[in-house]
């Protein structure tokens, strides 16, 4: 058994399984001589059917996934569990690699050609799963559909410095920014910058599709079947542009338990068992067959708390509760080494982050005091909102209402369903809540700005409602600022503030976790939770699947 932890790569840490992976390439062509395509037998053509045939033997991935998806739309929900399935539909200009390092994907090559404008020259014959050619057009379609206000895309803060986008000719496109924006390329390799299909676009437009459920990508796979709350099945898209992959389909079980995603690994009903907790994972590399994935990640788990809701409209209680939580306590009792400690709103992974920040420390004492000068000495009740399924929040719960008990804070603990507890949270409905935010673009604007500008209360990231000119204003200054050295005190400043304000509870920066089958080749597990599926091969492969 191989126990893959903490390795480091250009950075940002990765998984890869299955030794040395082939680098995934531009040319189809490269491709197919690379999946066997076009070889020769006694120098004379291998049959078609035969090549068929090999094709055919994929087999099916089964991945146990702790939530489902919200939707399959790049501009709709913001969320792990939506993206790692759409990742899969949807190809980008620009993706992220397996050192987290942007590459050109639908994007033959690119380059910022003014301070405001940027140039991309498109792959040629690339095909979307409904036959349509991608071609500038669906550039254009897609961008101005996430930056049209009417439409309130959940990810509009990502793209709304985009003033303009250029179809120059069938496959260039010039996109202009509002104000010089550096982490542009970096936005475009998110999830919401998936390339969409004009006509589907217009298709939705006229009531003839609905793209939460029936998406059209250009990525290696294509959606066959998405029993919602139950599985996602994608098959292999075998005009995919960078040539088709090995596996014949995915299927994203939904498994609530996690005792029930591990089983599935152990009894060769799953390939991966996702979200695993640290209590777990000695469990897991004793199990015959399985590999262990621990990958340090660009995320951040916290405690929101509603800034407009009473009492956490004071800034002194919201201290208080950030005093009298033990985080050591947590890091250890439940995450066994796994992780580290959260002080602010930046991974250390982060391009922003700074270690000498002005932490909050733990100190009961002051955090009594802070709460009776606040005019609760007696405390106060309030409601601490998880998802259902998640076993590690929950045990982060039952400590924090246990310390907060020590200062006269009586906590209850409710536990939604994920969608539901999204909801809920993007309407303020709420008093604290349990979430997560991970980095995936590696800078600090889409760590930040989302998370504490104003202009995204609700949906599109500040659950918390937090409301604070002066951070507003020193992260647009972060977005237009074009000098890395300028940006960074800049955002040093601003998570100092927000620190200071305590507008959440920062508790760790979490690792991935997951059991992989050893009959699982070529693997990558991105630092961004997503697993890439494009090289993967199943070897001695005796999945069954459907055994839960």
Same mark, same amino acid.
């Given at each position: 058994?191989?126990?893959?932890?903490?390795?480091?790569?250009?950075?940002?840490?990765?998984?890869?399984?299955?030794?040395?992976?082939?680098?995934?390439?531009?040319?189809?062509?490269?491709?197919?001589?690379?999946?066997?395509?076009?070889?020769?037998?006694?120098?004379?053509? $291998?049959?078609?059917?035969?090549?068929?045939?090999?094709?055919?033997?994929?087999?099916?991935?089964?991945?146990?996934?702790?939530?489902?998806?919200?939707?399959?739309?790049?501009?709709?929900?913001?969320?792990?569990?939506?993206?790692?399935?759409?990742?899969?539909?949807?190809?980008?200009?620009?993706?992220?690699?397996?050192?987290?390092?942007?590459?050109?994907?639908?994007?033959?090559?690119?380059?910022?050609?003014?301070?405001?404008?940027?140039?991309?020259?498109?792959?040629?014959?690339?095909?979307?799963?409904?036959?349509?050619?991608?071609?500038?057009?669906?550039?254009?379609?897609?961008?101005?559909?996430?930056?049209?206000?009417?439409?309130?895309?959940?990810?509009?803060?990502?793209?709304?410095?985009?003033?303009?986008?250029?179809?120059?000719?069938?496959?260039?496109?010039?996109?202009?920014?509002?104000?010089?924006?550096?982490?542009?390329?970096?936005?475009?390799?998110?999830?919401?910058?998936?390339?969409?299909?004009?006509? /589907?676009?217009?298709?939705?437009?006229?009531?003839?599709?609905?793209?939460?459920?029936?998406?059209?990508?250009?990525?290696?796979?294509?959606?066959?079947?998405?029993?919602?709350?139950?599985?996602?099945?994608?098959?292999?898209?075998?005009?995919?542009?960078?040539?088709?992959?090995?596996?014949?389909? /995915?299927?994203?079980?939904?498994?609530?338990?996690?005792?029930?995603?591990?089983?599935?690994?152990?009894?060769?009903?799953?390939?991966?068992?996702?979200?695993?907790?640290?209590?777990?994972?000695?469990?897991?590399?004793?199990?015959?067959?399985?590999?262990?994935?621990?990958?340090?990640?660009?995320?951040?788990?916290?405690?929101?708390?509603?800034?407009?809701?009473?009492?956490?409209?004071?800034?002194? $209680?919201?201290?208080?509760?950030?005093?009298?939580?033990?985080?050591?306590?947590?890091?250890?009792?439940?995450?066994?080494?796994?992780?580290?400690?959260?002080?602010?709103?930046?991974?250390?992974?982060?391009?922003?982050?700074?270690?000498?920040?002005?932490?909050?420390?733990?100190?009961?004492?002051?955090?009594?005091?802070?709460?009776?000068?606040?005019?609760?000495?007696?405390?106060?009740?309030?409601?601490?909102?998880?998802?259902?399924?998640?076993?590690?929040?929950?045990?982060?719960?039952?400590?924090?209402?246990?310390?907060?008990?020590?200062?006269?804070?009586?906590?209850?603990?409710?536990?939604?369903?994920?969608?539901?507890?999204?909801?809920?949270?993007?309407?303020?409905?709420?008093?604290?809540?349990?979430?997560?935010?991970?980095?995936?673009?590696?800078?600090?604007?889409?760590?930040?700005?989302?998370?504490?500008?104003?202009?995204?209360?609700?949906?599109?990231?500040?659950?918390?409602?937090?409301?604070?000119?002066?951070?507003?204003?020193?992260?647009?200054?972060?977005?237009?600022?074009?000098?890395?050295?300028?940006?960074?005190?800049?955002?040093?400043?601003?998570?100092?503030?927000?620190?200071?304000?305590?507008?959440?509870?920062?508790?760790?920066?979490?690792?991935?976790?997951?059991?992989?089958?050893?009959?699982?080749?070529?693997?990558?597990?991105?630092?961004?939770?997503?697993?890439?599926?494009?090289?993967?091969?199943?070897?001695?492969?005796?999945?069954?699947?459907?055994?839960?």
């Amino acid at each position: 058994m191989k126990k893959f932890k903490h390795k480091l790569v250009g950075g940002v840490l990765v998984l890869s399984l299955g030794g040395v992976l082939a680098a995934c390439t531009d040319d189809p062509q490269d491709a197919d001589e690379e999946n066997g395509e076009g070889d020769t037998e006694n120098g004379e053509d $291998v049959e078609e059917d035969d090549d068929e045939a090999a094709a055919s033997d994929g087999g099916d991935l089964i991945l146990a996934m702790g939530s489902d998806a919200v939707d399959l739309d790049p501009h709709g929900s913001n969320d792990t569990s939506s993206t790692q399935v759409r990742s899969q539909i949807y190809d980008k200009l620009v993706d992220f690699d397996e050192n987290m390092e942007v590459q050109p994907e639908l994007a033959e090559d690119y380059e910022q050609i003014e301070d405001d404008t940027w140039e991309f020259n498109l792959k040629e014959d690339v095909t979307f799963h409904d036959g349509e050619p991608f071609d500038a057009d669906d550039v254009v379609a897609t961008l101005e559909r996430v930056t049209d206000e009417d439409f309130a895309s959940e990810k509009l803060f990502m793209y709304e410095m985009i003033e303009n986008v250029e179809a120059v000719d069938e496959h260039t496109v010039h996109i202009t920014t509002e104000y010089p924006f550096a982490p542009l390329e970096f936005h475009l390799a998110h999830d919401g910058g998936g390339m969409m299909s004009a006509a /589907a676009i217009e298709e939705e437009e006229n009531g003839d599709r609905n793209l939460d459920t029936e998406p059209v990508g250009t990525g290696p796979f294509e959606l066959e079947n998405w029993d919602q709350g139950n599985e996602a099945v994608l098959t292999r898209f075998d005009d995919y542009h960078g040539g088709a992959v090995s596996i014949d389909s /995915a299927t994203y079980q939904v498994v609530d338990e996690q005792l029930t995603r591990m089983s599935m690994l152990e009894n060769n009903e799953a390939h991966i068992a996702d979200d695993i907790e640290p209590s777990q994972m000695d469990q897991l590399e004793s199990m015959d067959g399985v590999d262990v994935s621990a990958v340090e990640s660009v995320r951040m788990d916290y405690i929101g708390m509603n800034n407009e809701a009473e009492p956490f409209d004071d800034r002194d $209680v919201r201290r208080a509760l950030n005093m009298a939580v033990d985080k050591d306590t947590i890091i250890e009792g439940i995450f066994e080494g796994y992780g580290e400690e959260a002080i602010g709103a930046l991974n250390p992974l982060v391009f922003g982050y700074n270690d000498d920040l002005e932490s909050i420390e733990y100190d009961p004492d002051e955090a009594q005091s802070l709460l009776e000068d606040a005019g609760y000495e007696d405390g106060f009740e309030a409601t601490l909102l998880v998802e259902d399924v998640d076993q590690v929040n929950l045990q982060i719960a039952e400590i924090v209402q246990d310390n907060l008990q020590d200062i006269g804070v009586d906590i209850s603990i409710e536990q939604q369903e994920w969608g539901a507890l999204l909801d809920t949270t993007a309407e303020g409905e709420f008093e604290m809540v349990m979430l997560g935010w991970t980095a995936v673009t590696g800078d600090a604007d889409y760590a930040m700005h989302p998370l504490f500008h104003s202009d995204n209360q609700g949906a599109p990231g500040n659950r918390t409602f937090y409301d604070n000119e002066e951070v507003d204003e020193l992260l647009d200054a972060g977005r237009q600022e074009a000098d890395d050295d300028e940006r960074i005190e800049i955002y040093t400043e601003a998570q100092q503030i927000i620190i200071d304000d305590a507008t959440i509870l920062p508790l760790i920066h979490d690792d991935f976790r997951a059991g992989i089958s050893d009959s699982v080749e070529g693997l990558i597990h991105k630092a961004d939770a997503n697993y890439d599926l494009r090289e993967v091969e199943l070897v001695d492969d005796d999945v069954e699947g459907d055994g839960y």
